[in-house]
């Protein structure tokens, strides 16, 4: 494996004049732009997904 990554690309590189100009290309670019947006889930997502959330009993009736 290479000394020298990208975390965000996950890769590796044998120099740091190679991670330097992959740093310039439109795919580090784009994931940097993709990565710096907002979480594309967070747990409670997850846990409503799982069943695990707040349940939903429906609306509540009135007992006489």
Do not use: I, W
């Not at 000394?3 to 580090?28: G, I, P, S």
């Amino acid at each position: 494996m290479g000394q020298y990554c990208c975390l965000h690309c996950d890769r590796y590189f044998a120099n740091a004049t190679v991670r330097d100009e992959h740093f310039k290309t439109k795919r580090h670019k784009k994931r940097l732009k993709q990565m710096s947006g907002p979480a594309p889930h967070t747990q409670l997502d997850a846990e409503l997904a799982a069943g695990m959330g707040m349940p939903d009993n429906g609306p509540t009736l009135m007992s006489m």
